[in-house]
């Protein structure tokens, strides 16, 4: 049989039939159906050139959008910080440019180890340190905030893969320990943490701005894009104290805590007519641009948060107030027997006797029988108003951070015997800048005003307390106490210069209850000079070891040495010819 040569097509060979004819290949759908497919097809394809076109022709916002999610990013571009000056425009705090390093871990691994170490080192870490921080799931790390510029730069020439870095600010503070208790300090993330830097965040911080860039995989800029928001600066601060008086506060202040090895002090100056805090010292003290060693006795702001018994520096106090009301006269005689007197079942007593002396000798004589004597001849409320009227016991206002109130109790709980011992400053617990805001009504006439940490610009308005001559009658006692025979507080004369002033000595309280064995805070707040009283000096010195505890011993020498170079610093003219100072051998601690 013959099988090929068939016009007619392939031939099936058992039947003679063509293989298109084969009834197994018999298409049995009908024909419009293919035909829908096929449009559907059609239609389908056209629909994807459509969007296509559509995405990438028309309306590119989708892409663009997926793009952007991918490679743009919005960077953080911070606001320099304010700086803090001290009244004559002195630095005391600004900001410097810094570097964050950060990293993406999987491509810093892949550096050699050479590499790794060397980026260690300049870190100021370990290897393992180092491999512990990239050891880590996020695509993002800090290794290091605030790297100063060099080191930025050493790190960047590494040419480590996946190191990049961020501009940031680091706060310098010139004046180190000097300054700081009344500065402050910021954290990493610039935010203050102590003192004016803590009190004036809102002001000094200013806003951040961000922008628009394009970065590559490992993170690097490719394209900048522009502002979203414009960073603005913080505001400088100007405040009111005096670099060189504070310097000479500070000074004078460790030196007195070294010599009668004491546990701690503080020193304040302010400024009569203005009420300007012009120093406020502490020491120990610390480095703000280094705390990596800082402790909580460093950090104690001694003269604003701690409160104490300040003893007989409170005596010219009650005294005025029996002066103001008439009860007595500065030549009032009072007779304060052998040295001891009882209330109750407590017995008051003084240094030595001293028999019958005048209101005047009192003060000059710091005699706690005299004072508590003139106290239980007045209303318990009249002393507690006038405790109130000074601010003790009351919240300061005065825009500082952590200033305490102290303590005054209610006056109607108290007994003969605590109206009397609070008269001469046991019983109750001031700040030692609490302390030297209340000698403000005799150093001005009668009135007081607020506090002030920064510059002022207008003078306040005071509040009368007591009245001009009670004032007047008061700077002469305090001038006694100083300048007069029996004075206790000869160590604070200043050569060329009339002083006025209060000694106070008083058990240390730890824990409600004085401290056993005993422990002493001797304090002495003055103003000078006396003929047109410029300053108000007060110094604290805590725990005081050895013979000399006394307020007169060792804290008079200090006010005595930060008066005479303030004065000096700040051309305050002389008001005495007595210009060669001698401390008798036998100068006599105050009463107790």
Known sequence: ???????????????????????????????????????????????????????????TQFLQKQGKARYERTLELPATRGKITDRNGQVLASSVPVKAIWAIPDDVLQASPEKINALAGLLEMNVNELRKKLDSDRSFVYLKRQVEMDVADKISKLGIDGIDERKEYKRFYPQGEVMTHVVGFTNVEDVGQESMELAQQKTLVGTTGSRRVIKDRLGHIVEDIGFIHEPHDGKDLTLSVDSKIQYIAFTQLKEAVEKFNAKAGGAVVLDVHTGEVLALANYPSYDPND????????????????????????????????????????????????????????????????????????????SNIGTSKIALGMPSQEMWEMFTKVGFGQQPKWGFPGAVAGRVRPYKSWRPVEQATMSYGNGISVSLIQLARSYMMFARDGDTIPLSFQKVNELPVGQQVIKPKTAADMRAMLELVVSGAHGSAKRAQVAGYRVGGKTGTAYKVENGRYAMPRKYIGSFVGMVPMSAPRFIIAVMID???????????????????????????????????????????????EAM
Do not use: C
């Not at 392939?10 to 096929?38: E, M, Y």
């Not at 009072?334 to 017995?347: E, H, K, L, N, V």
């Not at 007169?552 to 200090?558: K, R």
């Open 543 to 589: 725990e005081p070891t050895g013979p000399a505890h006394y307020g007169g011993q060792v804290a008079a020498p200090a006010f005595a040495a930060i008066a005479t170079n303030a004065l000096r610093a700040m051309n305050v003219p002389p008001d005495s010819s007595v210009t060669e100072i001698v401390v008798p051998a036998n100068a006599g601690p």
């Open 291 to 366: 705390r990596r060693k800082l402790t909580g006795q460093q950090l104690r702001n001694r003269v604003m948060t701690d409160t104490f018994e300040p003893g007989s520096t409170l005596k010219p106090i009650t005294v005025s107030l029996a002066l103001d009301t008439g009860r007595v006269k500065p030549g009032t005689l009072i007779d304060t027997g052998p040295g001891r007197y009882t209330i109750a079942d407590r017995t008051i007593t003084d240094t030595k006797p001293h028999g019958v002396i005048s209101v005047s000798e009192i003060i000059e004589m710091s």
């Open 1 to 59: 049989m013959k099988l090929g040569g068939n016009s007619n097509g392939r031939v099936a060979a058992s039947k003679g039939v063509p293989f298109s004819k084969n009834p197994v290949l018999a298409v049995r759908l009908p024909v419009w159906r293919s035909r829908v497919v096929l449009f559907l097809l059609f239609f389908a394809f056209a629909g994807l050139g459509a969007r296509a076109l559509w995405l990438q022709g028309v309306s």
